[in-house]
Structure formats: structure tokens, C-alpha cells
């Protein structure tokens, strides 16, 4: 309950210069809330669920690209029902020394206005359009190179981020940090909380009790910090879940589903789907096919 912000001490290859990671994780054993020194890249390859940048939360897609910089608190938080038949995430990460940036500039004079560009970044960015495409292709190609070949790789991603305007900021700048860590990490573990028990029954009281708080003083939290109500978050977490498993399993029954996800009441479902994605159950499953 008590737990604090981690700090990740990256660990690389005596002989590299960065650090890939091509992993397959449960949900569960993901890193919790952290920071540390070195830029990453993560390109989340198979699930979905929550991010936390900073001080911001927002839901996170298959195939997204972000870059975090140095120092930043994150972590990503999977719907289990996204993940792989056998129950694991995919994501592939990259992280590096910051003083790389500054180091390229003694070799290539092109290198210079990506480099200040990207040193100048201090909140979380999502890669989009034409660029997050070339990206996640050079990702996947450093799987299969050695050490040096993925050095000049993540040359190449770098100038393509610090050159292109295929990005949105998310977070909060790294200079801003200060005193809000605690309300980070009680945030995370409200998350954490809801993506292992969203298919059971789950109250105020539940929910505040994992933060030691009154279902007064929790629901004013939640509010303030997600700008909704904790019991339309958890139904949009449910119904995301659910709109998994309609694309997964085309052919199992929508009520089952409702009832795998955690709605026990199935017209209570039916009117916060609809609410939620404009069209029913039905339609939402027949549009996707």
C-alpha cells in the first residue's frame, strides 16, 4: 500500500551502448510505476490498456509508439482480455544514454537540429501518422540485427522523431515533477485494482479501501484526477474488455461476454455500450467484421 515510485536502474550489455528488448510479459509481472535516466522508445506490439505519463492517464492501443524521455514516472497497464491466447503482452523497448544525443553532434553536423530538438523534449510523445509506421518497421528489424547495426537503427528512428511533426506530447514536463508523485502512485494502484478484478463485482468502498480513503474523500479524488466518476470508468473498462472479445470470438453469445467482462445486469449493459459507442452490441460486432 505504502509502495514508492521506483526508480529502474537499466540494465545493458557491457559491449552496447543501448538497451532492445523484444519481451512477451503477463500483465501482472509488468513494471509498476518508475523512472530513470535514459530515453525510451516503447512500441506496444500486441494489448492494450491504460498509460500513465507523468501525472496523466489516458487508454493506450495496440501498435502505439511512444518516446518517454529522461526521468520521466510511466508505466503501462494491459487489459489481460488484449493480450495474446496465452494470456502475454508484446512490446518491444529501447533505451538509451541521453548524452548519445550530444555525443552524435562530433560526427555529423545533420545531426544537429534533430539533436537539440530532442533534447528539448521533457514530456511523453506519441509517435503518429506516416513516421510511427517507420518506426515500428525499423523496431521490428532491430530484432534481428547485432549490436552495432542496432546502433546506427536508433540513429536513424532518432532523426526521423526529431525531425517530423507526426507527434502529440503527453505527460507532464519533467521539470514539474514535484509533489505529485504520491497521487501518481495512488492512481496505479486503483488501476491495478480494476484490471485484476473488473470481472467481479467491484464497490466505492472497494475501490477507497485500496487507497485507504472514505468512499467520500475517493470519489472526489477520482473525479478530480480522471475528470469521470469511478463507476464510468469501470464501465468503460468493461466495455472495452468486451469489445476484445466480440472482435476475438465472433461467434460467442454477446450476453456471455457481458457477463465474462463483469456486467451482471445485462439492459444496464446494453444502455452503456450504446452510450458509450453510439450503437449496440450487435452493431458494434457486425461493423467490425
Not at 514530456?123 to 515500428?136: E, F, P, R
Not at 463507476?231 to 466480440?246: D, G, P
Request: proline share 4%.
Amino acid at each position: 500500500m505504502h509502495e514508492k515510485l521506483k526508480f529502474e536502474q537499466i540494465k545493458k550489455d557491457s559491449c552496447a551502448s543501448l538497451r532492445y528488448d523484444y519481451s512477451s510479459l503477463y500483465p501482472k509481472d509488468e513494471m509498476p510505476l518508475h523512472f530513470h535516466p535514459e530515453i525510451e522508445i516503447c512500441y506496444v506490439v500486441k494489448g492494450s490498456g491504460y498509460r500513465m505519463m507523468g501525472d496523466f492517464l489516458e487508454p493506450f492501443e495496440e501498435g502505439e509508439v511512444v518516446l518517454v524521455p529522461t526521468n520521466q514516472p510511466h508505466c503501462w497497464m494491459y487489459n489481460p482480455e488484449s493480450c495474446e491466447p496465452d494470456g502475454k503482452r508484446q512490446c518491444i523497448v529501447v533505451q538509451f544514454n541521453p548524452d548519445l544525443l550530444q555525443a552524435g553532434l562530433s560526427f555529423f553536423t545533420e545531426w544537429e537540429y534533430a539533436a537539440h530538438r530532442l533534447s528539448a523534449i521533457q514530456q511523453g510523445i506519441l509517435l503518429t501518422g506516416g513516421t510511427a509506421g517507420k518506426i515500428k518497421s525499423c523496431l521490428e528489424e532491430m530484432n534481428c540485427l547485432n549490436a552495432s547495426e542496432r546502433m546506427l537503427m536508433l540513429i536513424r528512428i532518432l532523426q526521423q522523431i526529431g525531425t517530423t511533426t507526426d507527434l502529440i506530447p503527453i505527460g507532464l514536463q519533467e521539470t514539474e515533477f514535484n509533489g505529485i508523485t504520491k497521487n501518481m502512485r495512488r492512481m496505479q494502484l486503483i488501476f491495478k485494482y480494476v484490471i485484476e478484478h473488473y470481472k467481479e463485482k467491484i464497490t466505492l468502498s472497494d475501490a477507497a479501501n485500496v487507497i485507504s480513503m472514505s468512499t467520500t474523500a475517493f470519489c472526489s479524488f477520482f473525479k478530480r484526477e480522471t475528470g469521470k466518476t469511478f463507476t464510468n470508468f469501470i464501465n468503460e473498462y468493461r466495455i472495452e474488455a468486451v469489445c476484445t472479445l466480440l472482435l476475438n470470438f465472433p461467434d460467442k453469445d454477446i450476453n456471455e461476454i457481458a457477463w465474462q467482462c463483469g456486467f451482471t445486469d445485462i439492459p444496464y449493459f446494453n444502455r452503456s455500450f450504446k452510450k458509450m459507442k453510439q450503437m449496440t452490441p450487435g452493431q458494434w460486432r457486425y461493423k467490425i467484421q
